[in-house]
């Protein structure tokens, strides 16, 4: 199994552009979830997924958007992208539909804005 | 907010000796996570403790879970150079406008010497 894979590893934008970052897990799980990781601030949440179709919002979800169509893929779109989401991006996964078991991350994905 | 807190921010042993970290929280759990981040990767689950358990062992860690105070502790025994990393806790909250969502504390960087 490859475990929880993202794309880009890497990535510059320009203020105002807009990506998608892609995150993907071979293992089946229902729960995904999406964090950004700051200098001195820990993880935060911004997204989090059940199951396919159900999508919720995390602790700082402006700017970014997420779908769940499949059970594999939980990509996280920046409409317009700003120097503040300049951080590090994690996905991860688990086998219960809730953060009640042990979460697998990728590796992420550093994120800077122009 | 961030609900776990970690304590101390940092902390610099000699290999042999004991490091024990503390972890505070602010609402009622289902569990409490402890994660390894090696720098520049992504995070590794160390252990979880569900909020019934007071006390957890696998190999070096040792992990206790005070829900009367809130607060958690991860102790690695005879620490090697490798541990050297950064270790944040996680709560897993099973209701109110928590469930769902996982939350992080800031961390404690690690730095075990040779």
């Known amino acids: 199994n490859a475990g929880v894979t993202q794309t880009p590893k890497f990535q510059v934008l320009k203020t105002g552009q807009s990506m998608t970052l892609q995150c993907a897990q071979d293992m089946n799980h229902e729960y995904m979830s999406w964090y950004r990781q700051d200098p001195g601030m820990g993880l935060r949440l911004i997204h989090y997924s059940v199951g396919a179709g159900i999508t919720d919002q995390g602790e700082v979800p402006n700017g970014y958007n997420v779908s769940r169509s499949t059970t594999e893929d939980f990509p996280l779109r920046l409409l317009s992208a700003a120097p503040s989401q300049t951080s590090v991006y994690f996905c991860?996964?688990?086998?219960?539909?809730?953060?009640?078991?042990?979460?697998?991350f990728g590796p992420g994905t550093r994120l800077t804005v122009l | 907010s961030q609900q776990g807190e970690e304590d101390p921010q940092a902390l610099s042993i000699q290999e042999g000796e004991n490091a024990t970290m503390n972890c505070s929280y602010k609402?009622?759990?289902?569990?409490l996570q402890w994660y390894r981040q090696n720098s520049g990767r992504g995070l590794v689950h160390l252990i979880l403790i569900r909020s019934n358990e007071r006390e957890k062992h696998s190999g070096r860690l040792r992990v206790t879970l005070d829900t009367s105070k809130k607060s958690s502790s991860l102790l690695i025994t005879a620490s090697r150079a490798a541990d050297t990393a950064s270790y944040f806790c996680?709560?897993?909250?099973?209701?109110?406008?928590?469930?769902?969502?996982?939350?992080f504390g800031q961390g404690t960087i690690l730095t075990v010497h040779p």
């Open positions: 991860a996964s688990s086998s219960s539909p809730g953060p009640w078991d042990e979460q697998f």
């Open positions: 609402t009622s759990i289902n569990n």
């Open positions: 996680a709560t897993g909250n099973a209701g109110g406008t928590s469930y769902g969502k996982l939350t």
